[in-house]
């Protein structure tokens, strides 16, 4: 880790996330904004709109980035890191363009972005990369300069996140019954996407059988497993599985499902599972709705005792985590020599996505890569 508290050449920090309704009157609007153009069943977004409304319309991610805005803030503060901070969602207020617009009128020329999405795939890298590059060419028209943007790299193996979670897995263990615990399988789960975008995901040369999607999930699946191993002595079997799969049924999506993970791992024999959603920052509506009401319901049903481990969230460390990616790479902007943090085999993910990285079935321009049209 660079020790210098420097951000030089970067002026501000954004915060891009999702973005979820705050009450009734925004669900179908935000699904709206969701889906446009996506080619989603009207069923299954009648089902999702349901979702939200059974937690009163209201989702929690919104609450959760206000509750990360507020962390790093405080960390950079009391580590001496002179970074604003700022906040800009895809699909929901604060909408992106609006944020980037403030940040051009407040003077910021280089931003550093950071992605709620930990992971390598089009939803969770490039299409943020292309909503930055909607967003510059909206204020162009509007006859601004806006600033200069970099996306921070993948975070997945990043100790802050990763131990955090270690340390949710252990909690959920802990709170299994005594004569379950040590039989328990741990089920790590992300987002289902197309088995497609999940073969193309990363670089070129990442492409092929799952992809860095997959493979970037498993490393962290096995970095907790193992460390889980080596607090408890005791070795849980896993195995990485989805959740939360949308699109026409005929499309083939990552498998399998969550549930039907429940169903068979009772089969077999298993006392207990500790779902453990690997896939995602925080305990947004996929976490409240996917597993904490429909999978915890079916493995009620099924007689299997389940617990679902944390997210990151706004813990400290996951902070601290993010104030060593922008130390970090604002030093390799400034031609110095760094020690990534990466735990693990993979190493410290690219830090500039390469041409060809994610591709989107339909090519538009995407923003803080080697193929963005913008400087
Ligand atoms: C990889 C991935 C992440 C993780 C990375 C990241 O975090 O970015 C993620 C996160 C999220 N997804 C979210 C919500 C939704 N995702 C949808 C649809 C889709 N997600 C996809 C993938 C991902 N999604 C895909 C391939 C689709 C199909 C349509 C398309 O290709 O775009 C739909 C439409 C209805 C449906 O079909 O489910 C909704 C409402 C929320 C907000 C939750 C809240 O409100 O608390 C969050 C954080
Ligand atoms: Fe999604």
Redesign the pocket.
């Known amino acids: 880790m660079p020790e210098a508290r420097d951000a030089t050449p970067y002026d501000a920090l954004l915060l891009l ?5 705050e009450g009734p009157d925004d669900v179908v609007p ?2 709206e904004n ?2 446009r153009g ?1 080619g ?1 069943p009207t069923e ?2 009648k089902e ?1 709109g349901s979702h ?1 409304f059974l937690f009163g319309g209201v ?3 919104n609450a959760q980035n206000r509750a990360l805005l507020q962390a790093l803030r405080e960390d950079f503060a009391d580590h001496g890191l002179d970074l604003p901070v700022y906040w800009g969602n895809r ?1 929901w207020a604060p909408y992106l363009t609006d944020t980037l617009r403030e940040m051009t009128a407040d003077g910021r020329r280089r931003v550093l972005v950071l ?3 930990a ?1 390598a ?4 890298c490039r ?2 990369r292309e909503n930055l590059a909607e967003s510059l060419a909206a204020l162009e028209a509007e006859g601004l300069v806006p600033p200069r943007i970099d996306k921070l790299r993948h975070y997945f193996n990043h100790e802050g996140f990763v131990e955090p979670m270690t340390e949710g897995v252990l909690a959920s263990l802990a709170d299994l019954p005594d004569e379950v615990r040590d039989g328990a399988h741990i089920a790590f789960t ?5 088995t497609a ?1 999940a073969d193309t995901s990363g670089p070129a040369e990442d492409h092929g059988d799952g992809g860095a ?1 997959v493979r970037q999930h498993l490393e962290v699946a096995r970095l907790i497993a193992d460390a889980v191993t080596a607090r408890t002595g005791v070795e849980h079997p896993w195995q990485l599985v989805y959740q ?4 026409a049924p005929h499309i083939p999506w990552l498998e399998p499902d969550i549930c039907d993970h429940l169903e068979e791992r009772r089969a077999a024999g298993v006392p207990a599972v500790v779902m453990a959603p690997i ?4 305990d ?3 976490v ?1 709705y996917d597993l904490d009401t429909e999978a915890t319901a079916r493995a009620a049903e099924l007689g299997l005792p389940v617990r679902r481990s944390a997210t990151v969230g706004a813990d400290p460390r996951f902070a601290a985590a993010v104030r060593d990616l922008v130390v970090e790479r604002a030093a390799v902007e400034r031609g110095l020599t760094v020690t990534p943090c990466a735990l693990g085999a993979l190493g410290p993910s690219h830090n500039v996505c390469p041409a060809g990285c994610c591709p989107a079935r339909n090519p538009r321009p995407a923003a803080a890569g080697a193929d963005s049209p913008y400087a």
């Open positions: 996330s999702f973005g979820g309704p935000f699904l969701v889906t996506r989603i299954r977004l999702v939200y989702s929690p991610i699909n992605t709620t999405s992971y795939s089009y939803s969770g299409q943020y992300t987002h289902s996407i197309p975008a999607y939360s799969r949308s699109g896939g995602f920052v925080s947004h509506m996929e409240l």
